[in-house]
């Protein structure tokens, strides 16, 4: 494999391509996307490896889906061909709220 040195703006380019491949996973139970309901904290992209990590939370810390949605994650980086090996890290800090769901996510679930 070689080694590629991505400049800052090609970096946060990548960056963004892998948040709209996470708008990919849905989490079945609410049927919205993971990054409009919050659940993605951060993306950190190694630009000399492809190596990517992914901190993700969960709605409740007693969630069944954490195994699917993961795997549904490892399935949509394989769209981002700069990503070599994904981690996803579950956190839980700060706490996931409604608060951190985009508008579009509370309009669909009917959420003032």
């Excluded at 609410?30 to 659940?39: R, Y």
């Excluded at 409740?60 to 769209?79: E, K, N, R, S």
Aim: glycine share 6%; charged share 30%.
């Amino acid at each position: 494999m070689s080694e590629k040195n991505y400049t800052s703006q090609e970096i946060e380019g990548i960056k963004t391509r892998i948040l709209e491949s996470l708008e990919q996973v849905i989490d079945p139970e609410l049927g919205i996307d993971i990054v409009n309901l919050g659940l993605i904290y951060e993306i950190r992209f190694d630009g000399d490896t492809g190596e990517t990590e992914i901190d993700m939370t969960l709605t409740t810390m007693g969630c069944p889906l954490a195994d699917l949605l993961t795997d549904q994650i490892y399935d949509a980086m394989t769209d981002v061909p700069e990503v070599t090996k994904t981690e996803v890290k579950l956190v839980w800090y700060p706490a996931w709220t409604v608060e951190k769901m985009s508008r579009y996510a509370r309009i669909a679930l009917g959420i003032k």
